[in-house]
Nanobody, 115 residues
């Protein structure tokens, strides 16, 4: 059974950094189109960043230049380095994977940016 488990969330002051990780078990992350989404209460889940099996990355305009998505072969995980965090980055962050038309979601990790 394939599982995707997020970690690394927490509370940080504006301008700070966090590193999220999506650990993959039961398969290899590089087989999948992997992405991060985020959601705040009462709103839809929004795209943040993605990485393809060929290593092509894309970002939402709101996080370009501040967030970096990358794959870690040793850890079999996909990471999201978040720098220069802003209060509006506060959300639950979800790992998303897509392979052969099948979609997978992690349970999410909370990120709070507040002074």
């Amino acid at each position: 059974q394939v599982q995707f488990v997020e970690s690394g969330g927490g509370s940080v002051q504006p301008g700070g950094s966090l590193r999220l990780s999506c650990a993959v078990s039961g398969s290899t992350f590089s087989n999948y189109f992997m992405a991060w989404y985020r959601q705040t209460p009462g709103k839809q889940r929004d795209f943040v960043a993605a990485i393809t099996p060929h290593g092509i990355v894309t970002y939402a305009e709101s996080v370009k230049g501040r967030f970096t998505i990358s794959g870690d072969n040793a850890e079999n995980s996909v990471n999201l380095q978040m720098n220069s965090l802003k209060p509006e980055d506060t959300a639950i962050y979800y790992c998303h994977a897509l392979l052969g038309g099948r979609t997978y979601w992690g349970r999410g990790t909370q990120v709070t940016v507040s002074s």
